[in-house]
DNA sequence: ATGAAGAAACGTCCG
DNA sequence: GTTTCTTCAT
């Protein structure tokens, strides 16, 4: 009651009462101040389910914040009844400091706010014993993931090379997203793996990593599944702690996640989620639109609150991105609108090729890096990475800094993840995959023939692997040599377990990074690299200091991915349009906007209209990125896994609203010559679009007249090739393809390892376009079929 | 055990 | 075409 009153008070901020509380309470006086009427009902709705349907720039994560900050301040729950889970580390983080700002170090204390995966470890740990764990379990990284699943494969005498454990653990991710158990996978899709094996080896997956003491990133979810379906009494009792429940993206939860989130909102209900479904990207990694699609189905009764009111784009970007999502068939539906002025338009333009795409695109942010535009607010968002190095070759060229976001991440690098190893060998002692990872790195002369004898030892024993390397040494097994090393080796790890009682664990770390060896790797390797590796180990030294033990480390390592990039300085940002959610720039590159590339023809390939649904989502992701100004690229050819081919715009072109697109012609070029537009589509007001045009454009597009390496070769190759480069062109790419054409005739029945039994509907060179029995049509070079 | 040559991938990527 | 992994030979 009072709590109200301070809050209705808050605006006249003039009363000395108001102002002397709000010197004590500061946060707790006008949170809800400059919501506007769709986000306050988001934050006042405490009671009962919750759909926030956010679109881009919405103001999202301040509702989010707000209603968390507002649950606390009436007095309807203490920080630690609230559960808040978000899908990445970076969003918890960002999520923590804003209610901070909002309500003080009240807010601190959030123990159930973080991502799916760290409150199901808080809870697993807990509960461990009832499902066959001890607490102290580790989490497997993927790599330790796929070492497991290499030896589960051997061990079930399937040949390795037929059926990788890349694939295997595809599969099994899928079952875990999906919330399936070995013993709960459906029959059919059982046997897909490894001759109607994958069941199996699920079973024996798993039955590895109870041995081992360890769970995978999807068990982290499944198993409190399990555990809570085995003991109603500890569900009951999480459904009772958590009053209220509140999902970051919900467009992003699998199916194991949502079954995981309706179990605990049976309790009280108070389940508030928010989400876009337009920006619901990662149905390939197991994510439902569904969930939020049926959000109101799910959780009868549920209040559903659009919030289209964007503070972050000009008229012009949102009309385009809204127009272009509008097509979308699956979606909940919002239009979003802004107060803002319309600004410029989207541009659109066409390049040669990818090279000249990228130099174009790279020259206009040098002109507006001239103009004044900070780097730091351009970015350039493409679809796969590899499209990312023409752009970056010319960046450095023309000397733009620029930092690519989302690259490999900091725990993921080799030496992260060998220093990682030593770390946990000495905090686990039966840690076996981090002992394999490290027995022979640095080089110490353990070999294969050592490893397979401390196998054999250690199984007929059944100890650890260090265990019974301590074991075997006291053996005649070993030659000499291998034999005084491995005992050093045993030596070390117990003298370091006990600095670990002595000394901080950092500098035990340090210690244990020298006396093994470990740098000194580093050190004596000249590369390039060599010295940012060095720094990475400081890094991870460093932050090693920030927690209270070296479990605690642990544990955190396992689940953090990314190490938070060094934000801020003047670059240019670079990365996937994937990577780009979330994030927001002046001004946005969108290149290679081309059929097959984007929208992807993979992607098409195998969720069909679904898949195109997502990679329109996609487009939208791209453009609603952008504050000031989008601007699309195409090239008209591009090299696809080596080969050049012709490309068509993408349809995602055609479907931008005219008014608020504006076509540019890319500046003349000395090389080119006023022809150079003749063959150039001009996207709209032209039939470009039709099946026809398309043939027309792909029929001339395989006798291209120069190729696009060759392009600057100057004039005299420019008007002398015309007749004759052709032939020269096809030429080149047959020798270095393959060296000889293609002996597949149009209609003959051939067979591919991964797509299986199909018919040859073209022939290219030594490219074939296939219709595949089972996987439909699709363009593989010819030597990797064989006649059927 | 280490380097060179050959083969295969090459879609997005969080925990 | 480029990169990364594997395999083979030394």
């Given amino acids: 009651m009072s709590r109200d009153a301070a809050g209705a008070e808050a605006p006249s901020s003039t009363s000395i009462a108001a102002r002397a509380r709000a010197a004590v309470v500061p946060q707790a006086a006008g949170y809800l101040d400059g919501l506007n009427p769709e986000q306050r009902r988001a934050v006042e709705a405490t009671e009962g389910p919750v759909l926030v349907l956010a679109g881009a720039g919405t103001g999202k994560t301040r509702v989010l914040t707000t209603r968390i900050a507002h649950l606390i301040a009436i007095g309807r729950a203490r920080p630690f009844d609230i559960l808040a889970v978000t899908f990445t580390n970076k969003a918890a983080r960002e999520m923590k400091e804003r209610i901070g700002a909002l309500i003080g170090p009240a807010g601190e204390g959030m123990p159930w706010l973080g991502t799916f995966h760290a409150i199901g470890t808080k809870i697993l740990r807990r509960h461990a014993e009832l499902v066959g764990l001890r607490s102290d379990f580790t989490i497997l990284g993927t790599d330790d993931q796929l070492r497991l699943l290499k030896q589960v494969i051997e061990a079930a005498n399937i040949d390795e090379k037929r059926w990788p454990a890349r694939g295997l653990a595809q599969a099994i991710d899928g079952w875990k997203n999906r919330g399936l158990a070995p013993e709960q996978v459906p029959a059919g899709e059982a046997g897909a793996f490894g001759f109607g094996k994958g069941g199996p080896l699920y079973a024996a997956y798993q039955e590895r990593l109870r041995t081992l003491n360890a769970v995978d990133f999807g068990d982290l979810l499944l198993l409190c599944l399990k555990l809570w379906r085995d003991h109603p009494d500890v569900l009951a009792s999480y459904q009772d702690r958590f009053r209220y429940i509140l999902v970051d993206e919900y467009q992003d939860t699998n199916v194991a996640q949502y079954l995981w989130l309706r179990l605990l909102a049976q309790g009280r209900r108070n389940v508030c989620c928010v989400g876009d479904d337009d920006q619901s990207i990662y149905g390939w990694r197991g994510a439902e639109v569904d969930n939020i699609l049926r959000f109101e189905h799910d959780f009868p009764g549920a209040v559903v609150v659009r919030l289209e009111r964007n503070y972050r784009s000009t008229g012009h970007i949102l009309a385009a991105a809204s127009t272009l999502i509008a097509r979308n068939e699956g979606r909940l539906g919002k239009t979003l609108h802004t107060e803002a002025a319309a600004g410029e338009r989207v541009t659109v333009m066409g390049a040669w090729d990818s090279e000249e795409e990228a130099r174009l695109l790279c020259e206009s942010i040098e002109s507006m890096q001239a103009r004044g535009e900070p780097l730091s607010q351009v970015a350039v968002l493409v679809r796969i990475s590899a499209q990312m190095r023409e752009i970056e070759d010319r960046l450095v ?79 005649e097994e070993l030659k000499p040599k291998p034999r005084s090393t491995l005992r050093a080796l045993g030596q070390c790890f117990g003298r370091w377990a006990k600095l670990l009682e002595a000394q901080p664990h950092a500098e035990v770390a340090q210690t244990i990074l020298e006396e093994s060896g470990y740098t000194e790797m580093w050190q004596k390797e000249r590369t390039a690299d060599a010295a940012g590796r060095l720094e990475n180990l400081k890094e991870l030294v460093r932050s090693l200091e920030e927690f209270p033990d070296l479990p605690a480390f642990l544990e955190h390592i396992s689940l953090v991915m990314d190490a938070s990039e060094a934000e801020g300085g003047e670059r240019v940002s670079l990365m996937t349009l994937h990577a780009a959610k979330g994030l927001e720039f002046d001004t946005v590159f969108l290149p290679g906007w081309e059929d097959g590339l984007f929208p992807n023809q993979r992607a098409i390939d195998e969720s069909g209209r679904a898949g195109l649904e997502e990679e329109r989502r996609l487009a939208h992701v791209g453009i609603t990125r952008a504050r000031k100004r989008a601007k699309i690229s195409f090239a008209v050819n591009r090299r696809i896994h080596g080969l050049w081919s012709s490309t068509i715009p993408s349809r995602f072109i055609d479907e931008l609203p005219e008014s608020s697109v504006e076509v540019i012609e890319a500046p003349a070029n000395f090389s080119y010559g006023p022809s150079r537009f003749d063959r150039q589509p001009t996207p709209f007001g032209s039939s470009y679009g039709t099946p026809g045009w398309q043939r027309a454009q792909a029929n001339t597009a395989g006798q291209d007249r120069f190729g696009g390496q060759d392009r600057f070769g100057g004039q005299d190759r420019f008007g002398g090739g015309r007749r004759g480069g052709p032939q020269q062109i096809e030429g080149t790419l047959v020798a270095k393809s393959t060296g000889s054409p293609s002996s597949f005739a149009v209609g003959a029945r051939i067979f591919h390892t991964k797509f299986g039994p199909g018919s040859v509907a073209a022939v290219d060179g030594n490219k074939l376009t296939v219709d595949f029995d089972k996987a439909g049509r699709k363009m593989v070079l010819d030597s990797f079929v064989q006649p059927a």
Avoid: C, M, W
């Fill in 397 to 475: 060229q023309l000397g733009l800094p620029y930092r690519v976001i989302g690259g490999p991440r900091f725990y993921e690098r080799a030496e992260i993840r060998d220093a990682l190893a030593y770390l946990r060998l000495t905090a686990n002692p039966a840690d076996d995959l981090a002992f394999e990872r490290i027995i022979n790195t640095p080089k110490r002369g353990l070999g294969d023939a050592t490893l397979q004898a401390l196998h054999g030892h250690a199984r007929r024993q059944s100890v650890p692997l260090l265990q019974a390397a301590r074991l075997i040494v006291e053996t």
